[in-house]
């Protein structure tokens, strides 16, 4: 019923940039808040950035901020995190995260995609 497809993860140096992009398809009534989670080897899944349904509000956890940002598009259903200053403690798979209500229906329910790797190594 929804679907999101992470982009853009890869190898990349301490201290570069990478840009991830998420894009959400299926039969989409709306969309609420958006995010990103990631999983680094050995720990816990952790929520590294949200954004409100109308892109005026987000959040990051402490260890990204100043470093990353997110951003939305409501017209295109996609939702991008714009990492820098990367270190290798960020090497993580990052999952692409949405509430969506699914037309039809009355409630919203919990989207994930399927993830992207990035790997931040010298």
């Known amino acids: 019923q929804v679907q999101l497809v992470e982009s853009g993860g890869g190898l990349v140096q301490p201290g570069g940039s990478l840009r991830l992009s998420c894009v959400a398809s299926?039969?989409?009534?709306?969309?609420?808040?958006m995010g990103w989670y990631r999983r680094a080897p050995g720990k816990q899944r952790e929520l590294v950035a949200t954004?409100?349904?109308?892109?005026?509000?987000?959040m990051y956890a402490e260890s990204v901020k100043g470093r990353f940002t997110i951003s939305r598009d409501n017209a295109k259903n996609t939702v991008d995190l714009q990492m820098t200053s990367l270190k290798p403690e960020d090497t993580a798979v990052f999952y692409c995260?949405?509430?969506?209500?699914?037309?039809?229906?009355?409630?919203?329910?919990?989207?994930w995609g399927q993830g992207t790797l990035v790997t931040v190594s010298s």
């Open positions: 995260y949405a509430r969506a209500v699914v037309a039809g229906d009355t409630s919203a329910l919990d989207a």
């Open positions: 299926g039969n989409i009534f709306r969309l609420y808040a």
């Open positions: 954004i409100t349904s109308g892109g005026g509000t987000a």
